[in-house]
């Protein structure tokens, strides 16, 4: 009953195919917790078939598959499933499964009587066998889908995970096991992933604290600010995967350029640390955080364990940036006592980060 229950959710899921393109390709993949798999993908079988160009009128399609013979039915058929398999790479622990592919639609009211109709269908199917003793299952979609809705069922999982992964790009390891391991190995990827997104990605974010270590000259008053840049980020970085808070992505980046640009040319302007600052470092946070939610939902953070993949992706992003800031140290700290240091280190980083986030500005306002 429960296997039941997944396949229609997931056959629910994969919207009929309207037109012959991949600009939206909805994915499903169910686990039946006995060891087998399908994964279920809408597309359009024809096209793909007959290696025509996704964009091909339907109707051109259409009599083109219809005045194949049964023998180069047969291979139109094999020559879909061949384009499938090397279209999506499915994987277990980094290897491929050998899967079966059929076509549920062929032959039935589903593809001839379709708003477009079609005879091999608007599904196909992949069938295989979880390989003994398997951690995590991945998938890569080849460049030719331009975005893959991907859904992933698992008897084990409270709900769905749900990714969206851009051309060529493979969707994060789902973890096949209990949930404490799921729990665990979620927290831990989104860690690694939060981490990497400031070393080596973030670029801006670097920026941004590299402007806050060069004018505090102690320690106290640095962790301060951070400590008001973390709490702030990570209350906007909640509340927008919530979907409580929600603004477009190009006013957000180009106010987190303008941020950055601000700290730069304070530190030139100024020498002496004002009390105010952390409070505006506060602010500059909560907009970093709409930043960071971004690129959280880019990477298709799983609904079904919302929390640890938050929890891990922001930390990884605090030690991402106490990482920047022991480099830094590491750099320079052994001359922020001396008198040429505001002059020749301070004032030239400093006018460095502004005109680079001024470029950003520019850059981003224009879109």
């Known amino acids: 009953m429960g296997k039941l229950v997944l396949c229609l959710a997931a056959l629910l899921a994969l919207a009929p195919a309207r037109a012959h393109d991949f600009e ?46 049964p023998d180069e039915l047969d291979e139109a058929r094999e020559r879909a499933r061949k384009r499938l398999r090397e ?88 973890v096949l096991g209990a949930a404490e391991q799921v729990e665990q190995s979620v927290f831990w990827r989104y860690l690694a992933l939060g981490f990497e997104h400031i070393l080596p990605k973030g670029l801006d974010h670097i920026l941004f604290v590299l402007g806050l270590f060069l004018l505090s000259t102690h320690w106290k008053p640095l962790l301060w600010q951070v400590t008001a840049f973390t709490v702030a980020h990570s209350v906007t970085l909640a509340l927008s995967m919530l979907g409580v808070v929600s603004l477009p992505e190009r006013p957000v980046e180009t106010l987190i350029a303008l941020s950055i640009a601000y700290v730069g040319i ?14 505006l470092v506060f602010a500059f946070g909560l907009l970093h955080g709409l ?49 040429w240091y505001r002059p020749g280190v301070v004032v030239p980083a400093s006018l460095a980060i502004a005109a680079v986030a001024l470029y950003w500005t520019w850059e981003r306002a224009l879109g």
């Open 24 to 69: 939206i390709t909805t994915v499903a993949v169910i686990f039946d917790g006995r060891g087998g798999f399908q994964l279920d993908i809408g597309a359009d079988i024809d096209a793909i078939a007959l290696g025509l160009d996704p964009a091909t009128d339907s109707a051109v399609v259409a009599a083109r598959m219809e005045a194949l013979t």
């Open 87 to 174: 279209w999506l790479t499915l994987s277990f622990d980094g290897d491929s499964p050998e899967t079966t592919i059929d076509f549920p639609h062929y032959g039935t009211p589903a593809a001839t009587a379709a708003e477009i109709p079609t005879v091999l269908g608007t599904l196909a199917r992949f069938r295989g066998s979880v390989p003994e003793g398997a951690r995590e299952f991945a998938l890569r979609a080849d460049r030719v889908f331009k975005v893959v809705d991907l859904k992933v069922f698992h008897p084990q999982a409270g709900a769905p995970a749900d990714y969206t992964l851009r051309p060529g790009e493979a969707s994060p390891p789902f």
């Open 266 to 279: 304070e530190n030139v302007l100024t020498s002496r640390l004002h009390a105010w600052r952390t409070a």
């Open 291 to 339: 930043g960071f939610a971004g690129v959280l939902q880019e990477l298709g953070a799983p609904t079904d364990r919302f929390v640890p993949a938050l929890v891990g992706f922001n930390l990884g992003v605090e030690l991402g940036q106490l990482a920047v800031l022991a480099l830094a140290f590491a750099a320079v700290g052994w001359c922020r006592a001396k008198d």
